[in-house]
C-alpha cells in the first residue's frame, strides 16, 4: 500500500482535521527525507557492473534503527528505476550489507559512523546520513537541518571514488562540500 | 414513486420514466429516518458511499473515488454549486439547511456532465428547497443529545402580497467531540449558526420569480486552534412559461465563503493558518421547448467567474495567492421520440475554463418503456474532471535552493471519463418496485505524482488509467399498508492503475479509498397511536484507504440508526433519535493507530417540533 502523506497534509489541513498529536509512526522529517532518497536513486547513475543484470534490483538499505517506519517500504514498492524494480532492505550490523546500491545509515549507529564507512569506502555505494559528522567521516550525502530549513550536502570526491554519477539536476540542488567538511 | 425529477434532463419528468441511475430522498424520508444533517440524509441514497471522518467532516462519493481530496461528485443547493475550487470537493460541514424545509434530495450516480457541466464525473447531487408556498405558517424545533448537543431552529413563512410568499428561517447547534481509537476525545466539537430567507412570486401565471439567501457563521474546535467558516449566498430565479412546450430560465447567484483553518507547527515549518475567500458569481440561462411532437430540446449557456484568495500558511500555498477564473459554458439536448415506447437523447455540453481551454461533454441516452411498469435505459456519456487549484497551482516549498516537495503540475490536465451504463426500473407489483443501474467506466488521465527535479522533488501529472465496475440495486417493499421495507446494494470493482512506461510516487493507489460492497436495509413503521418506528442497518466492506500517514484498512462494519416518532396531535411531534447504535464506537474512514484514527460514536438525540 502507499500513500501520499502530503496530499493527506493538506487534505488533513482543508478538511479542518486536528492534527493529532505525535503519533506511532513516521514523523514529517523523515517523511521528505524519503522523498529525498527516492529522488537521489532516479538521478544517480551507478556503473554498469553495480548489477548482475538489467533486471537485478536497486537496493536501498537501512542500517540501524529504522526512522522511516514502513514509510519507505511502501514509498518505493513497485516502483522502478529504469528496468531495475527498487526494493528496502533493514539491515542490524555493516557486516550484512552487500548488494545495496544506497544505504541510508540511521543515528542510532553514531559512533561508529567513520568505521562503518571505511569499510565501504570504494564500494558503489551511496552513503546517506544525517549525523553530525557524517561528511567528515567519510559519508557521500548529509542531510542537515539549519535555521529550520533542510540542506543536503555532497562531497563529490567520495562519489567519484565510489564511482558514482551523479546528475546536474541533483548537483545544483546540493552544498558541494569538501571531503574535510562536517 | 410518483415524483417528477429534474436532475436528468434539467426538466421535470417522472421518476420512473428517467434514464439514469437517480435516487430521491424525499423530505418526509430525511424526517423520517432521524437525520440530523445534509450528510446523514446522504446516507438515505443507495447509490453514495458515505462515510463520517470525525465530528464535522465526511467523505461522499459515488461510484469509488472517496478520497480525503475527492472531486468527482457535482453538488448543488437550489442550483448553486457547492463545491470549492481548491480541490473540487464539498466542505460538508458548512452545507446546512432547515432540514424540515428540503423538497428532496436527487442523487444521480454517473456522469451528469452533459447538462451540469465538468466535475459531474461520477454524480450530481441535488437539493431543492421546498418553495416559499409549501412552508408558511410558524415551525419550531429544539432538542438535543449526546453528540448534537443541543440545538433550535425556527422559520416562519407568511405573504407578502398575493401570490407572494416568502420565509425567514434560522437554526443553531453545539456538536461535541468524536472520539479517538483508544476512546479519548478528539477534541473536534464545533457549532454553526445558520439563517435565511426566501420569496417566490407567482404573482403573473407565466412568470416566476424566486428571490433567496441564506448565510452562516461556524467554529471548529481542534487542539491547534480553531477554525472559523463563515459564509452566505444570494439567489434569484426568474422562470418564463411562453406555452405548454416552452419556457426559460434564468438565474443569478453571488456566492461567498470564508474558511481559516490553524496549522500546527511541524517540521520545517513554523504554525500558520490557511485561510481561503472565495467569491462566486454566476449566471445560468436555459430554454426548454419541443420542435414538432417527436423532438424536446433544451439548451443553455452560463458564465461563472470566481475570485479566490488563499492566504498562505507556511509550506502551503497557492500560486497566484489571488485567482480570477472564468467558465464559460453552453449545451444542448434533445430527447427523440423514436418510437412510442423508445426514446433516444442525445447532447452535449461544450465548455471552457481558464486551465484547459475547451471541454466537449457529450452523451447519448436510450430509454425503452417495455411496458407502462417497466423501463430499460442505456447510456454511453463523456464527463470530465477539470484541473482544481490544487492540481495545478499548490506549491509546498521547501525553502532555499531546494526544490518544491510537492507542485501542481502547471501541464495538468483534465480527468476523463467514458461511461458505459445500463438500468432497469420496474414497479413489480403494486407492492414492489425495483431498479438496477449497472455501469462501466473508462478513466484516462487521473491524477498521479512523479518526480520533477530540479524544481520538485514531485508534482502532479496525469499518469494514472483504468476502469471501474459494477451495480447499485434498490428495491422498496411495501409489506404492509404501514409498513415498508427499502434495501440497497452496490458492487464496485476498481482496477486504477500505473499507465505503462509511466511512474505514480503513490503507486496508482492514491485516488481511490472505497468499500468493495454496501447494503442497506431500512424499516418504516406507521403503528398505532400516532407513533412512527423507523430502522435502518448498513453494512459496509472494508475500506482500504491508501493515501494517508500509514497504509491500512477500515474494517467492515454493521451499523444500525432508529428512530421513534410520536404526533399527539396535528402539530406536535416528539422523537427520540439514535446513531451508530450497534457499537460504542466504530471508524469509517482514516488511518489505523491507537491515535490516529477518529472513530465515531453511539449517540442519542430527542426533538421536538411544533408546527403551526
New interface residues.
Given amino acids: 500500500m502507499k500513500k501520499i502523506i502530503w496530499l493527506a497534509a493538506i487534505a488533513l489541513l482543508l478538511s479542518g482535521a486536528p492534527e493529532l498529536p505525535a503519533q506511532t509512526g513516521i514523523s514529517r522529517e523523515y517523511q521528505v527525507k524519503a522523498v529525498f532518497l527516492f529522488n537521489f536513486a532516479q538521478f544517480i547513475a551507478w556503473p554498469t557492473n553495480a548489477f548482475a543484470d538489467p533486471q537485478t534490483p536497486m537496493t536501498i538499505g537501512v542500517l540501524g534503527d529504522d526512522p522511516f517506519d514502513s514509510f519507505l517500504d511502501e514509498t518505493v514498492r513497485g516502483e522502478k528505476v529504469g528496468e531495475h524494480p527498487l526494493v528496502i532492505q533493514h539491515y542490524r550490523r555493516i557486516e550484512d550489507v552487500q548488494g545495496c546500491q544506497i544505504l541510508f545509515i540511521s543515528r542510532s549507529e553514531d559512533g561508529q559512523t567513520g568505521r562503518i564507512l571505511a569499510g565501504l569506502k570504494d564500494k558503489n555505494i551511496l552513503t546517506v546520513g544525517d549525523s553530525d559528522g557524517f561528511i567528515k567521516d567519510g559519508g557521500i550525502v548529509r542531510f542537515v537541518m539549519e535555521e529550520n530549513k533542510i540542506h543536503f550536502r555532497i562531497n563529490l570526491e567520495a562519489a567519484k571514488s565510489a564511482n558514482l554519477a551523479i546528475s546536474s539536476k541533483l548537483l545544483r540542488l546540493a552544498e558541494i562540500v569538501e571531503p574535510g567538511s562536517d | 414513486m410518483d415524483l417528477d425529477v429534474t436532475s436528468v434532463s434539467k426538466q421535470p419528468e417522472p421518476y420512473g420514466q428517467a434514464p439514469a441511475a437517480i435516487q430521491v430522498i424525499t423530505g418526509e424520508d430525511i424526517q423520517r429516518s432521524g437525520a440530523s444533517s445534509i450528510p446523514e440524509a446522504l446516507r438515505l441514497a443507495d447509490n453514495l458511499d458515505v462515510a463520517q471522518?470525525?465530528s464535522?467532516?465526511w467523505a461522499i462519493s459515488a461510484r469509488g473515488f472517496n478520497?480525503?481530496?475527492g472531486n468527482k461528485l457535482l453538488v448543488l443547493i437550489d442550483g448553486r454549486a457547492v463545491y470549492?475550487p481548491?480541490?473540487s470537493?464539498v466542505?460538508w460541514?458548512v452545507q446546512d439547511y432547515l432540514l424540515e424545509d428540503i423538497d428532496r434530495i436527487e442523487v444521480v450516480s454517473g456522469p451528469g456532465g452533459t447538462l451540469w457541466g465538468a466535475n459531474a464525473v461520477n454524480g450530481v447531487i441535488n437539493i431543492t428547497t421546498k418553495s416559499a408556498k409549501d412552508t408558511q405558517g410558524l415551525y419550531v424545533e429544539g432538542g438535543g443529545g449526546n453528540w448534537l448537543q443541543d440545538f433550535v431552529g425556527a422559520r416562519y413563512g407568511g405573504m407578502l402580497a398575493s401570490n407572494v410568499y416568502y420565509r425567514v428561517y434560522g437554526k443553531y447547534f453545539d456538536r461535541s467531540s468524536e472520539v479517538?481509537s483508544n476512546g479519548n476525545s478528539?477534541?473536534?466539537s464545533w457549532r454553526m449558526g445558520q439563517g435565511g430567507f426566501r420569496i417566490d412570486s407567482e404573482a403573473s401565471p407565466q412568470n416566476l420569480l424566486t428571490l433567496q439567501g441564506d448565510f452562516y457563521l461556524g467554529d471548529?474546535k481542534?487542539?491547534?486552534g480553531d477554525?472559523r467558516t463563515g459564509g452566505g449566498n444570494v439567489l434569484g430565479r426568474w422562470s418564463h412559461i411562453f406555452s405548454d412546450d416552452s419556457d426559460m430560465s434564468l438565474q443569478l447567484y453571488y456566492d461567498r465563503t470564508h474558511?481559516a483553518?490553524p496549522?500546527?507547527a511541524?517540521?520545517?515549518?513554523?504554525a500558520g493558518t490557511?485561510r481561503d475567500d472565495l467569491d462566486t458569481y454566476d449566471l445560468d440561462f436555459q430554454h426548454h421547448f419541443s420542435l414538432g411532437d417527436r423532438n424536446r430540446i433544451i439548451w443553455g449557456l452560463g458564465y461563472r467567474l470566481t475570485h479566490d484568495i488563499v492566504g498562505e500558511?507556511p509550506s502551503?500555498e497557492f500560486v497566484p495567492a489571488t485567482l480570477y477564473q472564468n467558465l464559460f459554458s453552453g449545451f444542448v439536448q434533445d430527447e427523440i421520440k423514436l418510437h412510442e415506447k423508445l426514446f433516444l437523447t442525445l447532447g452535449t455540453k461544450l465548455e471552457h475554463n481558464d486551465y484547459t481551454g475547451f471541454e466537449v461533454e457529450p452523451s447519448a441516452r436510450i430509454q425503452w418503456n417495455a411496458t407502462s411498469k417497466q423501463m430499460f435505459w442505456g447510456a454511453i456519456s463523456r464527463a470530465v474532471r477539470t484541473p482544481s487549484r490544487?492540481d495545478h497551482d499548490?506549491r509546498?516549498p521547501?525553502?532555499?535552493?531546494?526544490?518544491d516537495?510537492?507542485d501542481g503540475g502547471t501541464n495538468f490536465t483534465s480527468e476523463t471519463l467514458i461511461a458505459y451504463e445500463l438500468g432497469y426500473r420496474a414497479e413489480l407489483t403494486k407492492k414492489i418496485s425495483t431498479s438496477i443501474s449497472a455501469f462501466y467506466n473508462d478513466y484516462e488521465n487521473i491524477r498521479s505524482?512523479s518526480?520533477e527535479?530540479?524544481s520538485s522533488?514531485?508534482v502532479f501529472k496525469n499518469n494514472l488509467e483504468g476502469d471501474t465496475y459494477g451495480f447499485e440495486w434498490s428495491g422498496d417493499w411495501q409489506v404492509l399498508d404501514w409498513w415498508r421495507l427499502h434495501g440497497g446494494y452496490d458492487l464496485l470493482e476498481e482496477d486504477i492503475h500505473v499507465k505503462p512506461g509511466k511512474?505514480d510516487?503513490?503507486?496508482g493507489?492514491?485516488e481511490t479509498a472505497d468499500p468493495q460492497q454496501q447494503f442497506s436495509i431500512r424499516s418504516s413503521m406507521d403503528l398505532p397511536e400516532n407513533v412512527d418506528l423507523d430502522a435502518t442497518l448498513r453494512w459496509v466492506d472494508t475500506l482500504?484507504n491508501?493515501?494517508?500517514?500509514?497504509?491500512?484498512t477500515v474494517p467492515s462494519y454493521f451499523e444500525l440508526d432508529v428512530r421513534i416518532g410520536w404526533h399527539p396531535t396535528k402539530n406536535l411531534e416528539f422523537s427520540i433519535v439514535g446513531q451508530n447504535l450497534l457499537h460504542d464506537q466504530h471508524a469509517e474512514y482514516g488511518f489505523p493507530?491507537?491515535?490516529?484514527t477518529?472513530e465515531i460514536e453511539r449517540s442519542v438525540y430527542g426533538k421536538v417540533a411544533w408546527r403551526f
Avoid: Q
Fill in positions: 471522518k470525525n464535522h467532516d478520497t480525503a481530496l470549492t481548491l480541490y470537493g466542505f460541514d479517538l478528539a477534541s473536534d471548529e481542534a487542539t491547534t477554525t474558511i483553518i496549522k500546527p511541524v517540521f520545517l515549518d513554523a490557511l500558511a502551503v490544487i499548490l509546498e521547501l525553502g532555499g535552493p531546494l526544490p516537495l510537492l505524482s518526480t527535479l530540479p522533488l514531485l511512474t510516487f503513490s503507486n493507489l492514491n482500504h491508501n493515501n494517508g500517514p500509514n497504509p491500512g493507530g491507537a491515535t490516529t477518529e
